[in-house]
Nanobody, 127 residues
Framework: QVQLGESGGGLVQAGGSLRLSCAAS????????MGWFRQAPGAEREFVSA?????????VYADSVKGRFTISRDNAKNTVYLEMHNLKPEDTAVYYC???????????????????WGQGTQVTVSS
């Protein structure tokens, strides 16, 4: 069972940048497709981005973050990243990474498709 731990959240002004990291405990990290989700107070958890097990087959983004966020992974370090630029107040949320044991070609935006979750890291963007 893979354990995930996010880091890199914080308080930033609008227009600023942050880099989130998610470290996985599993040595077979390369067997997992990874996703980033976020949840604002009073809102449902929403899809942000996903990447396949290799990082070469697909990277997908929610329309709201496309062009501003970049997902990547380093399988040698068992880590997935989310680079966030030009942050907006509406990006404020708890950000979660999630893992799905999957080496397929399809990506998933539904949080129920991911079996493993980190504890989340808070991102707050001030206006």
């Amino acid at each position: 069972q893979v354990q995930l731990g996010e880091s890199g959240g914080g308080l930033v002004q609008a227009g600023g940048s942050l880099r989130l990291s998610c470290a996985a405990s599993e040595r077979t990290f390369s067997s997992y497709a990874m996703g980033w989700f976020r949840q604002a107070p009073g809102a449902e958890r929403e899809f942000v981005s996903a990447i396949d097990w290799s990082g070469l087959r697909y990277t997908v983004y929610a329309d709201s973050v496309k062009g501003r966020f970049t997902i990547s992974r380093d399988n040698a370090k068992n880590t997935v990243y989310l680079e966030m630029h030009n942050l907006k107040p509406e990006d404020t949320a708890v950000y979660y990474c999630a893992a799905r044991s999957d080496r397929g070609k399809y990506y998933y935006t539904d949080p129920t498709a991911y079996a493993y979750w980190g504890q989340g890291t808070q991102v707050t963007v001030s206006s």
